[in-house]
């Protein structure tokens, strides 16, 4: 059996510039993800859990401590016995890191819809985490996570709506992700102005980018003659206006 990986990579080469990853379909007929490195390749599942493991039997680790604590409040009526000590959240964060590898791949890909399944993952992950972790330090270090999450999961979801030309979608996702954002600033002490930074950024290019309806191209120009004292045009363009909201065009 051949090992050498030379000529697997000589034929795709590394660049440091960018994420080099592609789709490729696996011996066992399942898509996967191939990321190019600097000294060799990394390949993920594109679906379940990235490493392809069934922890316990089930999808993730995540789904089998939810299961769990589905099982004690069914039997004792009650989760106040329900705890993830400190292996179990150093499991939870490696389980993170392998969702987080795979969705800084599928943003590069514009596969979003993943994007938003696999964040959706980390933030219900943390979620768990947050609310059972025994240890303080646990729930610190998991939360400084939070707000990049956040960031990717509204990247991903206004990223859809502008797919289908939704810019105002896109920017009602933008606006709750910066205010879920500060909400993990005022509740946690986190810093997060980076990601607000992206985040308000991106609003603002996609304001200016967004094409304008025949209803604002008319107010505009009403404006404009208005000052600049054309009043019969003003007049003209006023029942352009009036005419177009009555047929909803």
């Known amino acids: 059996m051949r090992r050498d990986l030379s000529p697997f990579l000589s034929n795709w080469d590394f660049d440091p510039t960018d994420i080099c990853v592609r789709k490729i379909q696996g011996i066992d007929g399942r898509e996967k993800l191939q990321v190019r490195l600097d000294l060799g390749v990394m390949q993920m599942d594109l679906n379940d859990r990235p490493d392809g493991i069934c922890p316990h039997g089930h999808f993730s680790l995540l789904e089998y401590y939810l299961d769990q604590l589905e099982i ?9 016995n329900f705890y993830l000590d400190r292996e179990a959240c150093l499991e939870l964060s490696q ?4 969702f987080y590898h795979r969705y800084v791949c599928l943003m590069r890909l514009g596969d979003f819809e993943a994007v938003v399944r696999d964040t959706a993952h980390n933030l219900a992950l943390l979620d768990l985490v947050r609310a059972y972790a025994k240890d303080e330090q646990d729930r610190t270090i998991f939360e400084h996570y939070r707000p990049y999450v956040i960031m990717i999961h509204t990247r991903a979801r206004g990223e859809i709506c502008l797919q289908k030309g939704d810019y105002s979608g896109a920017l009602n996702h933008i606006e709750n992700g910066i205010d879920k954002i500060q909400t993990c600033v005022v509740n946690s002490g986190i810093e997060a102005d980076e990601e607000i930074e992206v985040l308000s950024t991106w609003a603002e290019e ?24 054309r009043y019969e045009q003003a007049a003209r363009l006023r029942d352009r206006l009036k005419l177009l909201e009555k047929n909803n065009l």
Not at 72 to 80: I, L, V
């Open 95 to 98: 389980e993170g890191l392998l």
């Open 72 to 80: 004690e409040q069914a039997q004792s009526g009650t989760d106040e």
């Open 206 to 229: 996609i304001e200016r980018d967004r094409p304008i309806t025949m209803q604002q191209k008319l107010a505009q120009k009403l404006q404009k003659a208005i000052a600049e004292e």
